[in-house]
């Protein structure tokens, strides 16, 4: 079954330096999402992106974040100026919506990012 | 703004048993699909269930069972015969334009 792949699995990032998670969603895929979870804490919406564009962003998702589908196949979401509260985990998602808005979303296994 | 709430922070359940994971949550709008997701130590975000908010019939997946009541905008988990692999951090998500909105979470444990 195809699967979104991110990478790396943990990144380690000192304060201040920039950051770009990786991911490859699923190949018929045209809806692409990043979201947050710090630890202990729930999953948060950062962004969504369609059509080569940002469809919806969260308040959480300011000028520090930036997002990009720089090929065919990536989909990349990039921190600027990294700092301690970025610690978190990144999940990337991907949905296909020829059926309908229904269908779910799948995610990645996520980037562990921490920041020193 | 949509909420979603899970009451239960932690639940424990014994193998083989029934255990039923609450969820609620907030909407004004009228279409919307609602899902459950696990995410085992290894912190992968699974695809339990769904639930389209226009369906009546409370979606089924094996093992997997919801009660949706959309009137009480009450969205429940219900897991039957208990395995040791389904301990799991339990999320309801709501879903509206594509966009997730994500429980606090439910830590299900299950003991031998």
């Known amino acids: 079954e195809p699967e979104v792949t991110q990478t790396p699995s943990h990144q380690v990032t000192q304060m201040g330096q920039e950051v770009i998670l990786r991911c490859v969603p699923i190949s018929n895929h045209l809806y692409f999402y990043w979201y947050r979870q710090i630890l202990g804490q729930k999953v948060e919406f950062l962004v969504s992106f369609y059509n080569n564009e940002i469809s919806e962003k969260s308040e959480i998702f300011d000028d520090q974040f930036s997002v990009e589908r720089p090929d065919g196949s990536n989909f990349t979401l990039k921190i600027r100026s990294t700092k301690l509260e970025d610690s978190a985990m990144y999940f990337c998602?991907?949905?296909?919506?020829?059926?309908?808005?229904?269908?779910?979303?799948?995610f990645g296994d996520g980037t562990r990012l921490s920041i020193l | 703004a949509q909420t979603v709430t899970q009451s239960q922070p932690e639940m424990s359940v014994q193998e083989a048993e029934t255990v039923t994971l609450s969820c609620t949550y907030d909407?004004?709008?009228?279409?919307?699909?609602l899902f459950w997701y696990k995410q085992p130590p290894s912190r992968q975000m699974i695809l339990v269930i769904r639930?389209?908010?226009?369906?009546?019939q409370n979606a089924t997946e094996n093992r997997f069972s919801v009660n949706f009541q959309k009137a009480a905008k009450s969205f429940s988990l219900k897991i039957s015969d208990s395995q040791l692999g389904d301990t799991a951090m339990y999320f309801c998500?709501?879903?509206?334009?594509?966009?997730?909105?994500f429980g606090e979470g439910t830590q299900l444990t299950v003991n031998p």
């Open positions: 639930q389209e908010a226009y369906k009546q």
């Open positions: 909407t004004s709008e009228n279409n919307y699909y």
């Open positions: 998602a991907s949905r296909n919506d020829n059926r309908g808005l229904n269908q779910p979303q799948h």
């Open positions: 998500a709501f879903m509206l334009n594509s966009r997730l909105t």
